[in-house]
């Protein structure tokens, strides 16, 4: 019993080592796809998200890990596993064996490997089901298939050694493994409907939030560091092909890069009436009365906006510049780096070193108070709104033009709480 729970452990500690890096990637893609669904990023659908997350690579994990050392030959050391088990039912003689014909509770359950490997196989999907009736609102039909899937993809992970990272297996397919994932997945799907009944709906969490706030903070703030990375990654581009077309002095290169803030930034919302990011975030820009603004306060905002957050901007860009030309230069210096010899750059270019460090706070401090401002105020407006009087306002979520016809679960035949699909 120990070493099967001891094998289960590793799987679970790597994942846990993993899922940090994991959910800062899919952080803004997860934040985008909510709000364009939902139109809000409550907590608890945050929480509820996460954990679904993690959850999803450990049980991967399981599948996995531990890896074979690359050194060694995967086709010899698991000759066995090179020959997969189609036998439905296979499992009721792996759990007789191991207890060698003996009808003692003790060796037939209590310490038979194989009942509690199968027990870990039912568990494995379990709260794969209960994710797809909680979370996601999936009915018992749709969850069994998708369990099915799910076990399927682990099964063939297995069979082709990871997808061809190794010549051959190091793990068995087992045709029993699927049967058991999917029922626990039928199970999970089951067994959620009394579990989370006392649970509120994310739907109505999302509902309460947007009463309070329609168009949250966290939702502008990703939409405006769309149109930020977007337009800054611009900018080399239409610089070089400004310099093939002639374009070499300093002073057209900044005529461009203005061009381009007017065209990204006021332009495209005069005519469409949202920037690139506020269009993938479902958001529009509107004046006090509720129109598409004028140019002059689509002007004052950016204006506003640049003092803000250009600086920060340029710093960030000048510093990945830096780092991409003097990589291996500054790995040396680094190497070498004593706090004397820190100090003593200090000392010889007192000047330069208070300019940087200024900047480089200033471009931090303008954009940390500009959203404190922001989220501060009682209405989460920010100066450049206020200035200029154009507000963001938010479409209906996707979520709702996808509510007429929806997936009925059971419990919600004689239940009027929206689904949360």
């Given amino acids: 019993m120990r070493r099967v729970v001891n094998a289960y452990l590793l799987p679970i500690r790597t994942a846990a080592l993993l899922f940090p890096l994991l959910a800062m990637v899919l952080f803004v893609p997860t934040a985008i796809v909510l709000y364009r669904r939902h139109g809000v990023l409550s907590r608890w659908r945050g929480l509820s ?36 088990q189609l036998v439905p039912g296979n499992t009721f003689n792996d759990i007789w064996k191991e207890a060698k014909g003996s009808l003692n509770p003790n060796a037939l359950i209590l310490h038979n490997p194989a009942v509690w490997e199968t027990a870990f196989n039912l568990a494995l999907l379990l709260p794969l089901g209960m994710y797809l009736r909680y979370h996601f609102r999936r009915g018992r039909w749709t969850s069994a298939a998708i369990g099915l899937g799910v076990a399927c993809f682990f099964e063939l992970t297995q069979l082709t050694g990871l997808w061809g990272i190794y010549p051959c297996p190091y793990r068995l397919f087992d045709v029993d493994d699927i049967i058991v994932n999917s029922l626990g997945c039928l199970l999970g799907w089951s ?203 938010a479409l209906p979520p996707t979520r709702a033009a996808a509510a007429s016809t929806p997936e009925v679960l059971p419990e919600e035949r004689k239940d009027t709480t929206p689904s949360v699909l």
């Fill in 191 to 393: 067994l959620a409907g009394p579990i989370t009944r006392w649970l509120p709906t994310l739907d109505s969490i999302d509902v309460r939030v947007l009463e309070r706030v329609p168009v949250p903070f966290g939702r502008r703030l990703i939409a405006l560091l769309l149109d930020a990375v977007g337009f800054t990654f611009c900018l080399p581009f239409l610089a070089a092909i400004w310099y093939l077309l002639g374009g070499e002095s300093p002073t057209s290169a900044f005529l461009v890069a203005l061009f381009v803030f007017v065209l990204w930034f006021v332009l495209m919302p005069w005519v469409t009436g949202a920037t690139v990011g506020k269009h993938v975030l479902r958001l529009r820009l509107v004046d006090s009365d509720g129109n598409r603004p004028p140019v002059w306060r689509l002007l004052i905002r950016e204006v506003l906006l640049a003092i803000a957050f250009v600086p920060l901007s340029l710093v960030a860009m000048l510093g990945v510049i830096f780092l991409v030309v003097s990589a291996s230069r500054l790995v040396e210096a680094m190497q070498g780096l004593r706090l004397s010899t820190l100090v003593g750059i200090i000392e010889d270019r007192p000047g330069e070193v208070a300019f940087a460090a200024f900047a480089v706070l200033v471009s931090v401090a303008l954009p940390i108070g500009f959203g404190l401002f922001a989220k501060l105020h009682n209405k989460h407006l920010g100066l450049h709104e206020l200035a200029s009087g154009v507000r963001n306002v």
């Fill in 49 to 84: 998200f996460a954990s679904f997350l993690y959850y999803s690579l450990a049980a991967f994990c399981l599948v996995i890990v531990p890896l074979p050392s690359r050194e060694i030959d995967v086709c010899r050391v698991y000759a066995d596993f090179s020959h997969p």
